[in-house]
């Protein structure tokens, strides 16, 4: 992991986009509106929108929550209940304005993630998922997680990966993909192996996450994991 993480956050322009009455902006780093839509850095939505985005979030277990640290189970029956949970995973990403969802966070221990990049791209869902491949070129870049509001740090991973896997119908379904598509394919892979972006970035970064987290818990013990 770079080291040199915390200088370029330094250096990134601010794009603060005040949503929380009660969030301290001085607790903010500033970075790309990257994976799972972080809610401290997403544009003033407008009421309604706002109120289905604090919907989602309250169905999303938060970091401290023991089942966001496991590895979870395959999935062997492709049957309504996993297309229900699918459409509900899509549901609730979308509103919770995320690009990616894994069934973990939603409290499910199931391998199968959802994900969406680009707004007008259909939802493609996921189950069993494995890399099969990965390229050798990595990239470092500002990640968020709905699972940790309000935190981002640099995490590089490979630009490009080829996964294979089943869709909700449980036909093979083998995926090429690239840049951001690639970066939250394997963001919401993680969540199925229980590891999570503090995991994967800098022991400074997580260091500075971890204070962020304990000074909020302080600050709102009530929305404390
Ligand atoms: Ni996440």
Not at 29 to 43: A, I, M, N, V, Y
Not at 60 to 78: E, Y
Not at 103 to 128: C, M
Not at 162 to 185: F, K, N, P, W, Y
Request: proline share 7%; aromatic share 2%.
């Amino acid at each position: 992991m770079a080291e040199e993480a915390r200088e370029r956050d330094d250096l990134q322009p601010d794009r603060e986009q005040e949503l929380e009455p009660d969030h301290d902006p001085s607790l903010d780093t500033e970075h790309d509106p990257e994976l799972d839509g972080d809610e401290d850095e997403r544009p003033r939505l407008d009421p309604e929108l706002e109120a289905r985005r604090r919907a989602a979030m309250s169905f999303i277990r938060r970091f401290g929550d023991p089942v966001l640290k496991s590895r979870a189970t395959p999935v062997d029956r492709f049957d309504d209940t996993l297309r229900n949970q699918v459409a509900r995973m899509a549901g609730i990403m979308s509103d919770a304005l995320g690009v990616g969802l894994a069934a973990p966070q939603l409290g499910i221990s199931q391998r199968v993630l959802v994900y969406r990049v680009g707004q007008d791209a259909p939802v493609i869902a996921l189950v069993n998922p494995e890399v099969e491949w990965s390229g050798d070129d990595e990239e470092p870049l500002d990640e968020g997680c709905l699972s940790i509001p309000g935190i981002e740090v640099e995490v590089e991973r490979p630009i490009h990966v080829r996964v294979r896997a089943h869709d909700e119908h449980g036909d093979e379904r083998l995926v090429e993909a690239s840049g951001l598509e690639a970066r939250v394919i394997q963001h919401e892979l993680d969540h199925l192996n229980g590891v999570l972006i503090l995991d994967r970035t800098s022991k400074d970064q997580r260091k500075e996450a971890m204070r962020t987290l304990r000074e909020r818990e302080r600050e709102e013990p009530e929305q404390a994991a």
